[in-house]
């Protein structure tokens, strides 16, 4: 059988079929659109302005990989003006990161970005390993969530950037909205599938591959030759999530545009004016100045349950009323450092290349 | 390992405390005498509130319906249980109180109170066995099984009508001038006239058609819902009736929820719990057929009934289902794969499918409705074909979507830039949502499976889409509710374009082959 010619080109020899549209494309095309529709994207949200500080949240795996590869190239290409870091955050679970950060190290090197890496350790005092010593299996990846995101946003500030990008991928996003729905998280629904999210006292915080394909960025990962790690972490047995992405696996055999179908009628869709009404106002942490939705946020109410020994208190509200009943925290507890918004000079040294 | 118990306290019936309990629903026991007040009131609540012309919340008194009522039935479970609740609550029990001096209806027999609050209840039940080759006719067995309930006519129809002019005239639709078919291998739905002749070609032809022109397995069993759920709108409609009641219970609320997200439906959200569907005929042509407003509520008072309460009230009353088919390779459908992953998540989690309804019941659709889709006939937004354009280059042709940089391998004389806004398409995909778009363009990732799509062998329309498209009457007229207002209030030009005219107009555009 004759070669075929790619679909977009029509003049190179096809070299795969594009997981979102079926289409036969050839090699360049396909970087070609990749990067376009990502570059669509950006423009489209007005994410970027020109000058603005950007962390690009570095895991080492697929998503942030392909994304720091292409936020440069993009960058370079149309002249976003950005200046870019990278942000990585080690939870301390051993065997898990430690390839990971040696990706994100090389990546450091290869795009000449400057990396901060923050440790859970360092801000939080216990590594994710000690949190499973103290907790168990079964509810760590509430800690390990919940101090993520603060992570992440303290990181940011500490770089003094304006805006922190993350690889989610249109797969991520189809399966939270199916999650949220299932789940009845109303008020993640409402706003998962913003491109773009800032509240009055965080980062803005957004998603430029918001569109893209898993397959897709494997499939670019691959024939760009970028290496990355694949690692599931040892401590995450989400059955239900497990669930919500075979199921979504399942439809994009059906119909390969599911995943974007499920996007779109997530962005088509928005809570009801009665039901926002009955939802709680946004605070700051009276004892970190973080946000929260009451008086103590997420983070400093399980690092005082797993202070004083009782990891439960974040967890349910039975815990919580125990923690209560044992009195006020101790004065001496050790707590999260005061949040403050980026100020204008980082705060502190990035690792520099050795 | 002991089995956790899958209920909450004890086996006592948790409503009479008395009784040893038959039934666990999601965790809370209940005895058969129980159980069906239960259920009388959960569908009552669901229904009563939404009778009246103007919704007034729930009464006790008073129910008096605007017009007649269309059941319509599937044959299965829901459906079943739907026709025996509504009968039971709503047709039998509603002999007027006598008077014992005189005999006669107490209050006389024209007092409100007296009337039933339908004055007429029908039965309807679309076959789809031609759409579906392989599936038998079962229109005889609902026959049978709705010849039990006296108070309901019964009115067989098939999934083919919504191609036939015959059904069409009958039913009282704005005349059809010319019939229409698309060229489906194109995102843009290019129009075309096709063979009026129903000898020729005949409506069963024209279903079999646009089953085999759809490109994937999972658009059969949404198109022929579609087809369904129009066929029964219409139908209800030229019988004056004001409510429409689906026998969809909670489970397959849920999976319709979620299924029809998954296929980009999240502006009709609301409209899958329950909608009022208007009629797109001229008010005049209403007016003829005795249904002046033209609105007709479409319920699913089984909202609020999970499936194995279905099952356990029809098995305890002794209801015979007549089962509905199941399509042939239909396991691979988005439908079926959600009904799938739900009842099997309902089993270990059993409050999902009533999460997932209550969820959605919180959502309102983004505000900004472009008009109504031509096919589906539900709200639709615009726009989409840019949006589609731009997160999924499928073409360098168009710069908007793909921008100004071009890869080295391809330099930017071979571009061909798509045809210039004035340029005016004969072209469905505007008056489209987003949902119908993808279930006639959206193809699986092994190509298309279209048999016989091709431009020459345009994919049939059904009549109201066609009559929408032909009539110059509702045109002219500027009928609101007719025409398809362009968010920029430019007319949509309906006007017919053969090959040579479009070649013409794009004819500077067009590559050399």
Redesign the interface.
């Known amino acids: 059988m004759a070669p075929r010619a790619c679909a977009?080109?029509e003049?190179?020899k096809a070299m795969l079929?594009r997981?979102?549209?079926?289409?036969q494309i050839?090699r360049?095309?396909f970087?070609?659109?990749f990067e376009?529709?990502v570059?669509?994207?950006i423009t489209?949200s007005k994410l970027f302005q020109p000058g603005d500080r950007v962390a690009i949240g570095a895991s080492g795996g697929k998503d942030s990989t392909v994304l720091a590869h292409v936020m440069k190239t993009l960058n370079e290409?149309?002249n976003y003006g950005l200046e870019l870091f990278l942000l990585s955050i080690d939870e301390g679970i051993t065997g898990y990161r430690d390839d990971s950060l040696e990706t994100v190290k090389r990546n450091q090197q290869q795009y000449d970005m400057p990396l901060k890496i923050l440790s859970y350790d360092e801000l939080y005092g216990w590594t994710m390993d000690a949190i499973v010593s103290q907790v168990g299996r079964k509810n760590n990846c509430t800690f390990c969530g919940v101090f993520r995101r603060q992570a992440l946003d303290r990181g940011a500030a500490m770089l003094n950037v304006d805006h922190i990008v993350t690889g989610h991928n249109a797969d991520d996003i189809a399966e939270t909205?199916?999650m949220?729905?299932?789940?009845?998280?109303?008020a993640r629904?409402g706003r998962c599938t913003a491109i773009c999210t800032q509240g009055e006292d965080t980062i803005k915080r957004s998603k430029p591959f918001k569109?893209a394909y898993e397959k897709e960025i494997v499939m670019y990962a691959y024939f760009k030759k970028l290496d990355y790690f694949s690692t599931e972490c040892i401590y995450s047995p989400d059955a239900?999530r497990g669930?919500a992405r075979a199921?979504l696996k399942?439809?994009e055999?059906?119909?390969?545009?599911?995943i974007?179908?499920?996007i779109?009628?997530?962005?088509?869709?928005?809570?009801?004016?009665e039901?926002k009404a009955t939802q709680r106002v946004q605070q700051t942490c009276k004892r970190c100045g973080y946000i929260s939705s009451n008086e103590l946020c997420k983070a400093c109410t399980l690092l005082e349950g797993l202070e004083r020994g009782m990891a439960n208190a974040g967890i349910s509200d039975r815990g919580r009323k125990q923690l209560e009943l044992q009195g006020p925290a101790p004065e001496n507890l050790r707590t999260i450092p005061l949040f403050k918004l980026p100020s204008g000079n980082p705060t502190v040294a990035i690792e520099t290349t050795p | 390992m002991l089995r956790r118990p899958k209920y909450d306290k004890s086996k006592k019936c948790v409503r009479c405390k008395e009784k040893s309990g038959n039934i666990v629903i999601r965790h809370a026991v209940y005895c058969k005498e129980c159980f069906f007040p239960l259920i009388a009131v959960k569908f009552r609540r669901a229904l009563d509130p939404s009778i009246n012309p103007v919704p007034d919340g729930p009464r006790r008194k008073g129910l008096k319906a605007g017009g007649n009522l269309l059941l319509g039935l599937s044959g299965g479970l829901g459906s079943t249980v739907l026709l025996d609740l509504v009968d039971r609550t709503y047709f039998s029990i509603r002999a007027p109180p006598m008077d014992e001096t005189t005999g006669k209806p107490r209050g006389g027999k024209d007092h409100p109170r007296n009337a039933n609050v339908w004055p007429k209840g029908y039965a309807c039940y679309v076959e789809t066995c031609n759409a579906f080759p392989g599936t038998r006719d079962r229109t005889e067995e609902i026959r049978a099984m709705v010849a039990k309930y006296d108070r309901f006519e019964f009115l067989p129809l098939r999934v083919e009508d919504a191609f036939s002019r015959a059904w069409w005239d009958k039913i009282g639709g704005q005349p059809v001038v010319q019939s229409l078919g698309i060229d489906v291998t194109s995102e843009d739905l290019l129009l075309s006239s096709i063979s009026s002749d129903e000898d020729v070609d005949t409506p069963t032809s024209r279903l079999q058609r646009y089953i085999s022109s759809l490109p994937?397995?999972?658009?059969i069993p949404t198109a022929v819902q579609t087809l369904t759920r129009l066929l029964l709108l219409h139908t209800a409609l030229s019988l004056g009736s004001s409510h429409l009641l689906l026998g969809t219970s909670l489970t397959s609320l849920s999976i319709s929820?979620?299924s029809?997200?998954?296929?980009?439906?999240?502006?009709v959200?609301r409209e899958e719990a329950q909608e009022e569907w208007i009629s797109r005929l001229p008010v005049t042509r209403r007016i003829e057929n005795g249904h002046a407003d033209g609105a007709i509520r479409i319920i699913r008072p089984l909202r609020d009934i999970g499936m194995k309460e279905c099952a356990m009230w029809a098995w305890w009353h002794g209801l015979q289902v007549v089962g509905r088919e199941k399509v042939p390779g239909g396991k691979?459908?988005?439908g079926s794969?959600?009904k799938e992953?739900i009842v099997?998540?309902e089993r270990d989690?059993p409050s999902?499918v009533s999460?997932?309804a209550?969820?959605?019941a919180?959502?309102?659709?983004?505000k900004g409705v472009g008009g109504v889709c031509l096919l589906c006939e539900r709200p639709a937004?615009f726009g989409l074909q840019d949006?589609k354009a731009?997160?999924?280059?499928?073409?360098?042709k168009d710069s908007s979507?793909?921008?100004s940089?071009?890869?080295?391998?391809?330099p930017d004389k071979?571009i061909a830039p798509a045809a210039p806004e004035t340029s005016r398409s004969p072209s469905l995909t505007p008056v489209l949502c987003?949902?119908c778009h993808?279930t006639l363009t959206?193809?699986?990732?092994?190509?298309t499976t279209a048999v016989s799509a091709s431009k020459d062998n345009p994919m049939p329309l059904p009549m109201w889409v066609t009559s929408n498209l032909t009539s110059a009457a509702s045109h002219a007229a500027g009928d609101e509710v007719g025409g398809f207002t362009d968010p920029s209030d430019e007319l949509w030009e309906r006007r017919k374009m053969d090959t040579e005219q479009m070649k013409a107009t794009v004819a500077d555009f067009l590559l050399e082959k």
């Open positions: 977009l080109c003049n190179a079929k997981p979102k549209t079926g289409q050839c360049e095309c970087f070609y659109v376009t529709e570059h669509n994207t489209q290409r149309y909205v199916l949220n729905i299932m789940r009845g998280d109303i629904l569109y239900y669930h199921f399942d439809l055999a059906a119909r390969p545009s599911a974007i179908d499920i779109h009628s997530g962005e088509a869709f928005e809570v009801r004016e039901v | 994937t397995l999972t658009a929820l979620i029809s997200i998954s296929q980009g439906g999240g502006f959200v691979q459908g988005i794969l959600t992953f099997g998540l989690y999902t999460t997932i209550r969820t959605c919180k959502l309102a659709p983004k937004q949006w731009r997160i999924s280059i499928r073409s360098f979507a793909s921008g940089y071009r890869p080295a391998h391809f071979d987003y949902s993808t959206s193809r699986s990732s092994r190509g």
